[in-house]
C-alpha cells in the first residue's frame, strides 16, 4: 500500500540545514497497522508528512497504492489525499462547528446529496459511539471524545490509509486504550493501512503489526513487532524496551549499590530473556533441582505481545562458579538469553 524509496528531508535555514529524514526505505503492507517510533526530534513527524506530501521531500520517492506521489498534478494530488486519512496530537477540529459539521466537512465536495451526508456522518459517529455528541461542540467534549470526532472525519471520504501522528500523546492511558482499540476496530472493519508515529513503546506493542525504529532521521531497526520486542538490536530500540518495563531501576539499583542487587562470594546477579518458546518450561526449577543452583528472584515480568508471551526475570544465582557456569549454559541450550549484569 505503501512505499519509501530512499526519502530524505532537508529543511534549510539561513545558519543551518536539518536533515530531519535520512534516506528511509520502507515497504507497508495494505491492511496493516505499521508504527514508526522514535524519541522527540527523530524525524517522525517529517516522515509521515511526507507520505501525503504535507512536506514534500527533498530526495526519494513515495508510492501509496501504486501512485507515484511526487509525481502527481495539484487535481490529482487532491484526489489521492482524500484517500489518505489523518489524525493529529491536538485534534485540530473545528470549534465553531458541531461534531456533525466537523465530520461532513470533508464531504462538501464529494458529490453527496443531503440525505447521503446525513446517513454517511451518522454512520461514521455510530462507529466511533458518539452518536449522542451529533449536535455538540468540541468545547463540550472530553480528549477522548474529540480524538473520535477526528477519527470520524478523517474517514469521511473512504480512505484507504489512515496516517496517526501521534494521536494519544495528549490522552491519559485509560482514554489511550479506547483509542487504540478503536483503530484496531476500524483497520479490521474497514480493511484500512493505519500508519502510527509515536514515541510510546506500550502504544506499538498494543496495536500494531510491524515497527520502525528512528533516531536521528534514520530507521536504526524494522520488524515484526514480537521480534522487536524479544530481540532488540539497535541501542535505541532496547531503550524504548525499557521505558516500558522497570528493568531500567535494576541497573540503578546497582550502580547505587542497592541492598536489594547486592551479592556475596559465590553469587552471580543475571538477566535471562524469555521468548515465545520457554516462557511455559520449568526452567528455574530445573536449575536448582538438577544443577544445584539457588535462585533468588528480585524482579520479573511476563507480558503477552499479540498472544506471544514476552519475560524478563533478574535473578541472583549462589553456587560453584562451575555448577553456575552450567546452569548458564543450560539457560542458553534452552533459548533463555542470559546477561551477566554482576558477578
Same mark, same amino acid.
Given at each position: 500500500? &505503501?512505499?519509501?524509496?530512499?526519502?530524505?528531508?532537508?529543511?534549510? !535555514?539561513?545558519?543551518?540545514?536539518?536533515?530531519?529524514? %535520512? *534516506?528511509?526505505?520502507?515497504?507497508?503492507?495494505?491492511?496493516?497497522?505499521?508504527?514508526? /517510533?522514535?524519541?522527540?526530534?527523530?524525524?517522525?513527524?517529517?516522515? /509521515?508528512?511526507? +507520505?501525503?506530501?504535507?512536506?514534500?521531500?527533498?530526495?526519494?520517492?513515495?508510492?501509496?497504492?501504486?501512485?507515484?506521489?511526487? @509525481?502527481?498534478? $495539484?487535481?490529482?494530488?487532491?484526489?489521492?489525499?482524500?484517500? /489518505?486519512?489523518?489524525?493529529?496530537?491536538?485534534?485540530?477540529?473545528?470549534?465553531?462547528? !458541531?461534531?456533525?459539521?466537523?465530520?461532513?466537512?470533508?464531504?462538501?465536495?464529494?458529490?453527496?446529496?443531503?440525505?447521503?451526508?446525513?446517513?454517511?456522518?451518522?454512520?461514521?459517529?455510530?462507529?466511533?459511539?458518539?452518536? *449522542?455528541?451529533?449536535? @455538540?461542540?468540541?468545547?463540550?467534549?472530553?480528549?477522548?471524545?474529540?480524538?473520535?470526532?477526528?477519527?470520524?472525519?478523517?474517514?469521511?471520504? *473512504?480512505?484507504?490509509?489512515?496516517?496517526? $501522528?501521534?494521536?494519544?500523546?495528549?490522552?491519559?492511558?485509560?482514554?489511550?486504550?479506547?483509542?487504540?482499540?478503536?483503530?484496531?476496530?476500524?483497520?479490521?472493519?474497514?480493511?484500512?493501512?493505519?500508519?502510527?508515529?509515536?514515541?510510546?513503546?506500550?502504544?506499538?506493542?498494543?496495536?500494531? $503489526?510491524? #515497527?520502525?525504529?528512528?533516531?536521528?532521521?534514520?530507521?536504526?531497526?524494522?520488524?515484526?513487532?514480537?521480534? &522487536?520486542?524479544?530481540?532488540?538490536?539497535?541501542?535505541?530500540?532496547?531503550?524504548?524496551?525499557?521505558?516500558?518495563?522497570?528493568?531500567? %531501576?535494576?541497573?540503578?539499583?546497582?550502580?547505587?549499590?542497592?541492598? /536489594?542487587?547486592? +551479592?556475596?562470594?559465590?553469587?552471580?546477579?543475571?538477566?535471562?530473556?524469555?521468548?515465545?518458546?520457554?516462557?511455559?518450561?520449568?526452567?528455574?526449577?530445573?536449575?536448582?533441582?538438577?544443577?544445584?543452583?539457588?535462585?533468588?528472584?528480585?524482579?520479573?515480568?511476563?507480558? #503477552?505481545?499479540?498472544?506471544?508471551?514476552?519475560?524478563?526475570? #533478574?535473578?541472583?544465582?549462589?553456587?560453584?562458579?562451575? *555448577?553456575?557456569?552450567?546452569?548458564?549454559?543450560?539457560?542458553?541450550?534452552?533459548?533463555?538469553?542470559?546477561?551477566?549484569?554482576?558477578?
Amino acid at each position: 500500500m &505503501i512505499e519509501l524509496r530512499h526519502v530524505s528531508k532537508t529543511f534549510e !535555514t539561513k545558519k543551518l540545514n536539518v536533515h530531519a529524514v %535520512k *534516506d528511509v526505505s520502507l515497504h507497508i503492507e495494505a491492511k496493516e497497522i505499521f508504527g514508526v /517510533i522514535g524519541f522527540s526530534g527523530a524525524g517522525k513527524s517529517t516522515l /509521515i508528512r511526507c +507520505i501525503n506530501l504535507l512536506e514534500r521531500p527533498t530526495s526519494g520517492e513515495i508510492y501509496v497504492d501504486g501512485k507515484n506521489m511526487g @509525481a502527481l498534478n $495539484d487535481k490529482e494530488l487532491r484526489a489521492m489525499r482524500k484517500k /489518505i486519512g489523518m489524525i493529529f496530537q491536538h485534534f485540530n477540529l473545528m470549534r465553531s462547528r !458541531t461534531v456533525f459539521a466537523n465530520v461532513a466537512f470533508p464531504l462538501k465536495d464529494s458529490g453527496l446529496n443531503k440525505q447521503e451526508v446525513e446517513a454517511k456522518v451518522s454512520e461514521l459517529l455510530q462507529l466511533v459511539d458518539l452518536s *449522542d455528541k451529533r449536535d @455538540a461542540y468540541p468545547s463540550e467534549l472530553s480528549g477522548g471524545q474529540k480524538q473520535r470526532v477526528a477519527i470520524a472525519r478523517a474517514l469521511a471520504n *473512504d480512505p484507504k490509509v489512515l496516517l496517526c $501522528d501521534e494521536a494519544t500523546s495528549a490522552l491519559d492511558p485509560q482514554t489511550t486504550g479506547s483509542i487504540l482499540k478503536l483503530l484496531k476496530e476500524v483497520n479490521q472493519r474497514l480493511g484500512i493501512t493505519i500508519v502510527l508515529i509515536t514515541h510510546e513503546m506500550a502504544v506499538i506493542k498494543e496495536i500494531c $503489526d510491524r #515497527v520502525a525504529v528512528m533516531e536521528d532521521g534514520a530507521i536504526q531497526e524494522e520488524g515484526n513487532v514480537v521480534d &522487536i520486542f524479544a530481540h532488540p538490536k539497535a541501542q535505541v530500540t532496547k531503550n524504548f524496551i525499557h521505558t516500558t518495563s522497570s528493568l531500567s %531501576k535494576i541497573y540503578e539499583m546497582i550502580e547505587k549499590d542497592s541492598p /536489594i542487587t547486592r +551479592i556475596k562470594n559465590g553469587q552471580m546477579l543475571v538477566h535471562l530473556k524469555y521468548g515465545t518458546s520457554n516462557t511455559k518450561e520449568a526452567l528455574l526449577s530445573h536449575v536448582s533441582r538438577e544443577l544445584h543452583v539457588e535462585t533468588s528472584i528480585i524482579y520479573g515480568n511476563v507480558e #503477552v505481545i499479540h498472544d506471544a508471551p514476552l519475560g524478563d526475570l #533478574v535473578v541472583i544465582l549462589s553456587g560453584s562458579k562451575a *555448577d553456575i557456569e552450567q546452569a548458564i549454559t543450560y539457560f542458553q541450550n534452552n533459548g533463555v538469553a542470559v546477561e551477566v549484569m554482576k558477578s
